[in-house]
């Protein structure tokens, strides 16, 4: 089955600076990865998601970029804000349906 | 916009208890997932339903079981509840594949086994 590596797991940035998370995945027949934003205390919520006929797509300050030959995707977000300070999931989706998500990047940007 | 309804946020239960995670959604998805998240550990799927009376092993589907009578509602069950079950637990629903893909979580629970 899929898996999926995220790092880093820990991300500590100044407010205003770039954030970048990188997950890498193994299954090549994977056509959709989404990632989510979970506050604390809050349940996680779709930020951006990209497919495999993309290789990038942009939201204001949040852009995602997919690699499919090396098999990996990264989240960028630019001018980082406290309200940024959030658990971080990537995910991939394998056959069925089925996400299959990263550990998760605790994100703090420090003002 | 999907809503997806955990009955309980926060639970308390005893060893050996058996323990119902009740989930309900309201946008007609046929799909139909419980996970937990454990710190370091991100989600993990534990079973998972395409459709009524329909369901499959996720990753980690020992000590649990599940339950789709309606399309709209999707039990967890934990026969007898123990130390290593206490976690958060999370429900989520999706549409066919062809209408976009991304789940939408319900608030989740916080289970504690004493």
């Known amino acids: 089955g899929e898996n999926v590596e995220q790092h880093p797991s820990t991300l500590s940035v100044q407010e205003g600076d770039s954030a970048v998370i990188k997950c890498t995945y193994s299954?090549?027949?994977?056509?959709?990865f989404p990632w989510y934003k979970q506050e604390l205390g809050k349940r996680p919520q779709l930020i951006i998601d990209i497919r495999s006929n993309v290789g990038e797509k942009k939201d204001q300050r949040i852009a995602v970029t997919l690699n499919k030959t090396a098999k990996h995707f990264s989240l960028h977000i630019t001018e980082t804000q406290p309200e940024d300070s959030a658990v971080y999931f990537c995910?991939?989706?394998?056959?069925?349906?089925?996400?299959?998500f990263g550990a998760g990047t605790i994100l703090r940007v420090k003002s | 916009d999907v809503k997806v309804t955990q009955s309980s946020r926060y639970l308390v239960k005893r060893t050996g208890e058996k323990v119902f995670l009740e989930c309900v959604q309201d946008?007609?998805?046929?799909?139909m997932f419980w996970y937990r998240q454990d710190p370091g550990l991100g989600l993990r799927l534990i079973y998972f339903?395409?459709?009524?009376?329909?369901?499959e092993k996720g990753d980690i589907p020992e000590g649990y079981s599940v339950s789709r009578e309606k399309k709209e509602r999707f039990s967890l069950i934990l026969e007898s509840a123990s130390t290593n079950q206490t976690s958060m637990y999370l429900c989520?629903?999706?549409?066919?594949?062809?209408?976009?893909?991304?789940?939408?979580f319900g608030s989740g629970t916080r289970l504690t086994v004493v």
């Open positions: 299954d090549s027949a994977s056509n959709y």
């Open positions: 989520a629903s999706s549409g066919r594949p062809d209408s976009g893909g991304g789940y939408t």
């Open positions: 339903s395409y459709d009524v009376k329909m369901k």
């Open positions: 995910a991939a989706m394998e056959y069925g349906n089925k996400l299959v």
């Open positions: 946008m007609d998805h046929e799909n």
